[in-house]
């Protein structure tokens, strides 16, 4: 049985998958403006994501900086 291919060398490192992960994120922020975690989900497509991604990605533009969570729990760009 013949073996797969190898992966690209042009894939994707995880960090850089991740930074374009937070981009799509705060992207949709600003055009939806302060969203709920579902509906933000919704509007990146994260149910086609891996698992537990769309959870890393906003956990890290949290971290970042780059996306705040106001009082009533939703998200926004900042």
Known sequence: M???PP???TEPGPRR??????E?????LRDLGPTDEEALAKAV??????????EQAVAAARAGGQVVVDAEGRHAAV
């Open 17 to 22: 998958r991740q930074r374009r992960e937070i």
């Open 24 to 28: 799509q994120i705060v992207r949709a």
């Open 7 to 9: 992966k690209s060398s």
């Open 45 to 54: 497509g994260a149910t086609y994501w891996e698992p537990g991604r769309f």
């Open 2 to 4: 013949p073996m797969p």
